[in-house]
């Protein structure tokens, strides 16, 4: 395990006992706290994007606020579903934030999980083709969206343009060199991880898989980790792929943190339904340090990952999760062969 990164997904509500009640709660809150996660050592803040939902919605002002504000840690989102993106316009944007950024961006993206409302993307006018499915299309917005965040050149230049034109086809602008190695898919199956390898996409593996082949979850997601490097190496791509696994961990050092997690010290895998089928969701992990370092060593998944995202209860507000990750920095990391 080569890097630490947290996934928030950003809820806010309304209600006692949520330090996150508005939408400016969740973004200025999401800011500040990758500030502080920068300061002791963490390596990454994550966003999950949905729509029509209390949660955020529009990253690149998010991941862009956040770039101006740091100067290390990576940004990234985990992930943006494709069925909703106009691909043209995503890599301008993309473009601009990681410029902002000065490369360190990693944009997660993928066919998404079941939303809010019914086929949300139509209200963003986009549809799938005859014969095509919400996944096809996902899949051909990725592929252009990959080709211009490549710097392919393909739009006719007019002839009198407003200002000078370089010679030849022009392409989406501003242009991020390197980018394109760092777009993520977000698979959920082994089917989903190998394509991802043969486009010479990143893996991004969260913590529910869409396929129950009865074997523990991490066993499953380790296997699918695995595929994903086959199929990275038969495609014959010029650099190494990264991989990042998703956890639920919470170290127990305080009674607060005893009071919110006591109750998955017994946590085991979940079998349940999304999208009409079977899939089995992971664990959460909570318990003493030692007890931690000892059941995520046997963890296949996060072995073979070189990236562990730690998904966080953003409704606590900022102060309890720098203490989360705190301690899993200084208590639980290290004896995993972080660093």
């Known amino acids: 395990m ?10 806010w509500n309304d209600v006692p006992g949520s330090a996150t009640r508005s939408a400016s709660d969740a973004l200025l809150q999401a800011i ?7 300061e002791i050592g963490i390596d990454g803040a994550y966003f999950r994007v949905h729509h029509f939902a209390r949660q955020y919605g529009s990253p690149f002002p998010l991941l862009s606020a956040i770039a101006a504000r740091t100067s290390r840690v990576e940004i990234g989102t985990g992930v943006i579903d494709m069925r909703y993106e ?3 316009y995503f890599a301008e944007d993309a473009g601009a934030a990681d410029l902002i950024s000065q490369g360190r961006l990693q944009l997660g993206v993928s066919r998404g999980s079941p939303e809010q409302v019914i086929d949300g993307y139509k209200y963003f006018g986009y549809v799938p ?3 095509q499915t919400d996944a096809d299309m996902a899949r051909d917005h990725t592929a252009v969206m990959l080709a211009a965040v490549s710097g392919k050149k393909f739009a006719e230049p007019n002839p009198n343009p407003m200002f000078p034109n370089p010679g030849g086809l ?3 602008e501003p242009h991020s060199p390197g980018l394109r190695e760092r777009i ?9 991880a190998v394509w991802a390898g043969e486009q010479g996409m990143n893996l991004m593996s969260s913590t529910l898989l869409t396929e129950d082949s009865g074997v523990p979850f991490h066993v499953a997601q380790a296997e699918q980790i695995r595929a994903f490097r086959q199929a990275w190496a038969d495609a014959g791509h010029d650099h190494e ?3 990042s696994v998703s956890r639920s961990i919470f170290p127990i050092t305080t009674d607060q943190d005893r009071a919110y997690f006591w109750r998955d010290t017994s946590s085991s895998d979940q079998v349940g339904h999304i999208d009409g089928g ?9 318990g003493e340090p030692d007890a931690l370092i000892e059941e995520l060593a046997k963890d296949e998944a996060i072995a073979e990952a070189d990236t562990l995202l730690l998904t966080i209860p953003n409704q606590l507000g900022v102060t309890y999760n720098v203490h989360v990750l705190d301690s899993i920095v200084k208590d639980v990391a290290p004896g995993l062969g972080w660093r």
């Open 241 to 243: 792929p990264r991989v």
């Open 86 to 88: 106009n691909p043209l």
């Open 184 to 192: 993520w898919w977000g698979a959920g199956s082994r089917g989903t």
């Open 129 to 131: 083709d005859e014969g």
């Open 170 to 172: 022009l392409r989406i």
């Open 278 to 286: 079977t899939a089995i969701f992971g664990r959460t992990f909570a």
């Open 2 to 11: 080569k890097k630490i990164g947290f996934l928030s997904f950003g809820h």
């Open 32 to 38: 500040d706290l990758s500030v502080a996660a920068e």
